[in-house]
């Protein structure tokens, strides 16, 4: 299984941002495809997650300015990132989770991609 993460880049505060990640292979059919993020000297924290039956899960600090979406027939999640600011200037991973089959719970990471918010 692959992750291929893609549209981090520099923004100035208050701009936008949408990433978009892919995934290829082989896993099950129900999974979640999560968003994590990790700031210099920092530890990588949740971002947002959404299941390939709907459900999303925010991290509650970004709720509102963070939207997070998928498109099952393209194996495709995005994170849409609104009114963002230097804080969220970090390296952004694509994680997804199968959730049934024998690789119950499994996880797949993609090598991320870099937003920079400048203020």
């Known amino acids: 299984v692959q992750l291929q993460a893609s549209g981090g880049g520099l923004v100035q505060a208050g701009g936008s941002l949408r990433l978009s990640c892919v995934a290829s292979?082989?896993?099950?059919?129900?999974?979640?495809m999560m968003w994590y993020r990790q700031a210099p000297g920092k530890q990588r924290v949740l971002v947002a997650g959404m299941t390939s039956e709907g459900s999303v899960d925010y991290n509650d600090s970004l709720k509102g300015r963070f939207t997070v979406s998928r498109d099952n027939a393209k194996n495709t999640a995005y994170l849409q990132m609104n009114s963002l600011k230097p804080e969220d200037t970090a390296v952004y991973y694509c994680?997804?989770?199968?959730?049934?089959?024998?690789?119950?719970?499994?996880?797949?990471w993609g090598k991320g991609t870099l937003v920079t918010v400048s203020s």
């Open positions: 994680d997804l989770v199968e959730l049934g089959g024998r690789n119950y719970g499994l996880e797949h």
């Open positions: 292979g082989n896993f099950f059919k129900e999974n979640a």
